[in-house]
């Protein structure tokens, strides 16, 4: 069960080894994931952002850290509109990065190994 | 009767029995397995007067295309010749063939194989109309031989048919092509061993036979029937699971086509259809941009269809494509190549339900007698279109509603193009129920992708029109009178509006109110896509932008003042290059009012 | 073509605050020099200008300060003469200007500076489009008035500043930093707040910059003194609303959450890209760097020269650079300059 604020779990983030390979593997399939400057213009600019609290920008770097929970719930808000691949200054190809997000979060796309992993090491 | 028989054609009746049986049973599970969509479609054409010109499209397609190969020719003639040459010509040669056997016989009660092995077995065949029938017959194997001779020839050196490359082929499609070019050789070599000996052939077997040595003939003659029997045997077995089933699986798919049958998003019957009838030719390979700009080889619809149908690793060529559909409209059999890559694309369960019920408190609004304007999420990032549209309905005095003035509910098409295909219907019915709820007259957009999703995945009331269409429109009415500029334009068609919807007319008639058009080289349904197509997620900016360049340097060449493009994403790949000027038709109709 | 040919030991080209800074030292160590520029005025580039980081002195005066040097010194000066080709012939340099004249020089220094980003290329921010939105070096003509006003004449209730416009965007193709900016906003807010202390003045940024003696103290000031906020995020678009205000769409990244407001001006911080002459003047000789900009040969020892002999370089016309830079890299140029006259005689014989 989850209560939010429990007082047993650690409230900072500890990067995992397992979390960093997660992350060199998604690097692999969107090299210009890499490249991303946080700064924002992809949020500011999000069609799904404009209805709703929605922050591409907060949920690649909460994947950056390992950080997946209800991540792949919230990235079902997407619509692949494009618009922000569209402004990234840095030239990250978003769409691509949303869809191997959703792939790498999938529950059917992960391996046990991970899942067990994601259960383990999430808040 | 036993005159009549001999061993040889033992591999050739087998061969040809197989064959059937085979296509038979192909032909049966293809058909049974349409979709409920897709069989209602042929039921409503078989049962209503929409028969009449279904059958008529039927005969003059197959005529045009299995036989004639008009298309291809159309393409390249030295192509369309060799195509033909081999199809028309094996075809008459059978055809012929049977009808002299008919002639011969004074009609039925013949064997079957007789057509084929005529001369072996009428060997006194040689009075009066029958040297007519023999030159006839000689001059067809000419003429496929020549066909074959050229297709030898491709495969060494494929400029002489003015493609680039080769397909690349499997071996086993390899081993096949050798016994299709052995078949017609063989014919020759035996037809003439056997005019050697009773002076039965026309003036190529004959001219031949004439200058064997008799014992070469006598030895060689049932040895050569025999590779020919056998020849015709290997390819007939190997045939259904090649790329020569396209043979017959073409007139199939013309059959369906005209009865009103399209592709679905989910693989059917007809997509094996499709599949199969891919002759393989290289023309998509052709006009594509990736190959072309970025020497990415693996992901055209030659390759995608081949591995597709044959159930090989292809998911580079699923996702690797702009989706531009130039390959498309140069398919000389008409594949729906795209529409069968976004099946491929299909996430399965990454599609999932129910994503955006945050859009169902959007309110509609009430636009009695109104237009309903659509930017779309892309618009948002070109205002100068949105304002300058704005500016031409109230200079028109016409009274609109801006659906996405302040934000988007995207058309769903980008979710679809990448295989989404549940998320993406339920944005079509956020959308579909804001304008239906809205009473609106017409739905007007300026994005060419939203305007092809309107028009084609939506089935909305109302009719549906991109802002070129609405332009031309007041300009012909002389609701609107732009003042004409002395400046020289390019034309850049959007692949989603020209290749996609077939709209090219009506932004040159409004572009031509205001400015002079620059030619072009390639454009109309050549256009070259501006490459930061939506239909694309693999490849980088930086790659984008090469094809991007090559779009620009063909618009470029005639030295316009600038580019007038009608789609807010070109614009924006265009702009991206800071020697371009390019410009919406809107802004520049908006400036000169 | 009137056919004369007039003939120049060391041509300077570029009447910015590099090239007359070279000219006036090289004319004072005996070199004679002359000087072109393409403009009407000179340095019009400090011209357009209210007051200049990082000491709010005067632009007028130190335009004044420039011109005077050229007459002090009795340079040979063109204006409105801008040169569009230059060419290497034997041992020397034949320049050509517009209306056709030609100028053989024995040595060139190439001044020819920066011009601001076109802001009209990022649509999305509606430079052009919409009434309230601004580049940085329209609200130095505004501050000129010393009066801020909105569109409708009024006093503006907000003043948003965007930074990065034109640099650092891989979306019109400069991937570099263009390095004044950043301190211009700050020091634009702050004059907009002394002007008109009720705005609310908001700075959006991706990264703060300051890099310069004084900067840091100048933003600090910014914030305690005049209760500049300073944003980091970055604006996607702009859009306007029903009272002619301009809305935009950023997100707060610190906070995490996307932000919509309206203002009355948005004041976008166009870059420098490398001027239509540098482009083109630097291609014609093969200096040509990456974005256009003038290439010198190294950049610790020989940042002046470049792979041509008898071609140097000094200023904007490299890469971004204030006022103060460019000038103290104009006296380097000079340095080099008369070292190189020192050796060529003797090469000359
Ligand atoms: C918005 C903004 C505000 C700034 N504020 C400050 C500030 O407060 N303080 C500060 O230190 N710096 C400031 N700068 C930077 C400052 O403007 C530059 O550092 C300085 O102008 C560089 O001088 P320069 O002589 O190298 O180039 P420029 O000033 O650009 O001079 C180059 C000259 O060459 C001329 N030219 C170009 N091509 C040709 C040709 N083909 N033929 C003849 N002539 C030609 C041009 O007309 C121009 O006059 C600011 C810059 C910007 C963009
Ligand atoms: S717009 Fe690009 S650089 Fe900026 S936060 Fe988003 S991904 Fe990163
Ligand atoms: S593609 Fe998704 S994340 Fe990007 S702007 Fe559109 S809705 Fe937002
Ligand atoms: S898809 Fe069409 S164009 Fe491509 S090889 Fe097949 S038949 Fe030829
Ligand atoms: S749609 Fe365009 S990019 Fe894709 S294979 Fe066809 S021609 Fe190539
Ligand atoms: S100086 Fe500041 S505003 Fe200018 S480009 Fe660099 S970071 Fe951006």
């Given at each position: 069960m989850d209560f939010g604020f429990t007082i047993s779990k650690p409230r900072s983030i500890e990067p995992t080894e397992a979390g960093k390979e997660q992350l060199r593997l998604l690097e692999e399939q969107v090299?210009?994931?890499?490249?991303?400057?946080?700064?924002?213009g992809c949020t500011a600019t999000c069609s799904a952002g404009h209805f709703i609290n929605f922050n591409i920008r907060k949920v690649h770097n909460l994947y950056r850290w390992g950080q997946y929970k209800e991540l792949d719930e919230e990235l079902?808000?997407?619509?692949?509109?494009?618009k922000c691949t569209l402004v990234c200054p840095r030239g990250v190809n978003l769409r691509s990065l949303i869809i191997h997000l959703r792939k790498a979060l999938n529950k059917d796309h992960l391996s046990n190994d991970f899942q067990h992993f994601i259960r383990n090491n999430n808040r | 009767m036993s005159s009549y028989f001999h061993p040889f054609i033992l591999p050739f009746c087998i061969g040809t029995l197989v064959l059937f049986v085979i296509i038979a049973v192909k032909f049966y599970r293809w058909i049974t397995t349409l979709d409920r969509k897709q069989k209602k479609n042929v039921w409503m054409s078989l049962l209503t007067v929409r028969v009449f010109p279904a059958l008529w499209r039927i005969v003059k397609e197959i005529v045009k295309?299995?036989?004639?190969?008009v298309n291809i020719t159309r393409y390249n003639w030295r192509m369309g010749y060799m195509h033909r040459s081999i199809a028309l010509g094996w075809f008459l040669l059978i055809v012929t063939g049977f009808v002299e056997t008919l002639f011969h016989f004074r009609?039925?009660?013949?064997?079957?194989w007789l057509g084929i092995f005529f001369r072996f077995f009428v060997?006194?065949?040689?009075?009066g109309i029958s040297r007519v029938w023999a030159d006839v017959m000689d001059l067809l194997l000419l003429y496929v031989l020549s066909g074959v001779s050229i297709a030898i020839f491709k495969s060494i050196y494929s400029r002489v048919v003015g493609i680039r490359k080769n397909t690349k082929l499997r071996w086993f499609d390899i081993c096949l092509r050798y016994s299709l070019w052995l078949i017609f050789p063989m014919r020759l070599l035996s037809e003439s061993c056997t005019a050697a000996l009773t002076?039965?052939?026309?003036f190529l077997t004959q001219g031949i036979g004439d200058m064997l040595p008799t014992e070469f003939a006598q030895v060689m003659e049932v040895p050569f029937w025999t590779a020919y029997s056998t020849c015709l045997c290997v390819f007939f077995v190997l045939f259904p699971f090649s790329r020569y089933m396209h043979i017959f699986t073409e007139p199939l798919l013309i059959v369906f086509r005209s009865l009103g049958v399209r592709e679905s998003s989910q693989p059917t019957g007809y997509t094996r259809m499709e599949l199969n009838a891919c002759?393989?030719?290289?023309?998509?390979?052709?006009?594509c941009p990736l190959d072309k700009e970025?020497?990415?080889?693996?992901?055209q619809g030659v390759y995608l269809l081949r591995d597709v149908r044959h159930g090989l690793p292809h998911r580079n060529a699923t996702e690797?494509?702009?989706?531009?559909?130039q390959c498309v409209v140069d398919c000389p059999v008409g594949i729906e190549i795209t529409e069968i890559r976004k099946q491929e694309r299909n996430k399965g369960a990454l599609?999932?339900?129910?994503?955006?019920?945050?859009?169902?408190s959007i309110q509609s609004f009430n636009a009695i007698g109104r237009i309903a304007y659509f930017g779309g999420c892309m618009s948002h990032l070109t205002p100068g279109v949105t304002e300058s549209m704005k500016k031409i309905f109230d200079a028109v005095g016409q009274k609109y509603w801006m659906?996405?003035?302040?934000k988007t509910i995207c058309c769903g098409r980008p979710l679809l193009q990448q295989g989404f295909i549940a998320q993406a219907a339920e944005l079509r019915r956020k959308n579909a129920h804001l304008i239906v709820e809205s009473h609106a007259q017409y739905l007007v957009t300026s994005c060419p992708i939203c305007y092809q999703s309107f028009k084609k995945e939506y089935n909305l009331p109302i009719k549906v029109i991109h802002h070129t269409e609405y332009l031309a429109a007041l300009i012909r009415l002389g609701k609107l009178k732009p003042h004409k500029t002395g400046l020289k334009v390019a034309y850049h068609d959007p692949c989603e509006l020209g290749?996609?919807?077939?709209?090219?007319d009506e932004p040159r008639e409004v572009l031509q109110a205001v400015a002079e058009l620059a030619r072009v080289q390639?454009?109309?349904?050549?256009s070259i896509c501006c490459?930061?197509?939506?239909?694309?997620?693999?490849?980088?900016v930086e790659k984008q932008d090469k094809v991007r360049d090559a779009a620009l340097r063909n618009l470029k060449a005639d030295h316009p003042d600038l580019i007038a493009t009608a789609c807010p994403m070109c614009k924006k790949a265009f702009q991206r290059d800071r020697y371009t000027t390019v410009k919406d038709i809107a802004e520049l109709i908006a400036e000169q009012l | 073509m009137d056919g004369k040919i007039i003939s120049i030991q060391v041509a300077i080209i570029g009447g910015g605050p590099a090239g007359i800074e070279a000219a006036s030292i090289l004319s004072r160590y005996g070199v004679q020099v002359s000087l072109f520029e393409?403009?009407?005025?000179?340095?019009h580039n400090i011209g357009n200008k209210f007051k200049l980081f990082?000491?709010?002195?005067?632009a007028d005066e130190l335009v004044q300060t420039l011109s005077q040097k050229i007459v002090e010194n009795q340079i040979p000066a063109y204006l409105?003469?801008?040169?569009?080709a230059l060419e290497k012939q034997k041992n020397a340099w034949v320049l050509t200007d517009e209306q056709g004249r030609s100028y053989v020089a024995d040595t060139v220094l190439l001044a020819t500076g920066y011009d601001i980003f076109d802001?009209?290329?990022?649509?999305e921010l509606g430079y052009g489009i919409y009434n309230g939105v601004m580049t940085s070096v329209d609200l130095e003509a505004m501050l000129k008035t010393g009066k801020i006003t909105n569109v409708l004449g009024e006093q503006p209730q907000c003043v948003t500043f965007l930074q990065c416009v034109g640099s650092r965007d891989e979306k019109i193709g400069n991937h570099y930093c263009?390095?004044?900016c950043c301190v211009t906003a700050v020091k634009q807010a702050i004059e907009v707040k002394k002007m008109s202390p009720q705005t609310d003045v908001f700075v959006f940024y991706m990264d703060l910059r300051m890099?310069?003696?004084g900067f840091e103290e100048l933003y600090r000031e910014a914030q305690e003194k005049y209760s500049i906020r300073f944003v980091r995020?970055?604006?996607?678009e702009a859009a306007s609303t029903f009272d002619d205000r301009v809305q935009i769409k950023a997100e707060d990244t610190l906070v995490g959450q996307p932000l919509k407001m309206s203002t009355d001006l948005l004041v976008l911080m166009v870059g420098m890209e490398a001027s239509c002459g540098t482009k083109k003047l630097a291609a014609c000789c093969g200096i040509d760097g990456e974005y256009g900009f003038a290439l010198s040969k190294?950049?610790?020892?020989?940042?002046?020269?470049?792979?041509?002999?008898g071609l140097f370089v000094a200023g904007a016309c490299k890469r971004p650079m204030s006022i103060s830079d460019a000038i103290n890299d104009a006296r380097a140029a000079a340095t080099e300059i008369v070292e190189y006259l020192k050796i060529v005689p003797a090469n000359k014989k």
């Open positions: 090299p210009t994931f890499r490249r991303c400057m946080n700064c924002g079902q808000k997407c619509m692949l509109c494009g | 295309e299995v036989l004639l190969h009609g039925g009660g013949h064997l079957p060997r006194d065949y040689t009075y002076g039965n052939g026309g002759s393989r030719c290289g023309i998509c390979i052709d006009g970025l020497k990415i080889n693996d992901i690797n494509c702009l989706m531009c559909d599609d999932t339900h129910d994503n955006y019920r945050f859009l169902d659906m996405d003035e302040d290749r996609g919807c077939n709209i090219y390639k454009e109309r349904e050549h490459g930061h197509s939506l239909g694309n997620t693999a490849l980088d | 393409g403009e009407s005025k000179w340095a990082p000491d709010f002195s005067s409105s003469t801008k040169i569009v802001a009209k290329r990022k649509e263009s390095k004044v890099w310069g003696q995020g970055r604006i996607s190294q950049p610790h020892l020989a940042d002046n020269q470049t792979a041509q002999r």
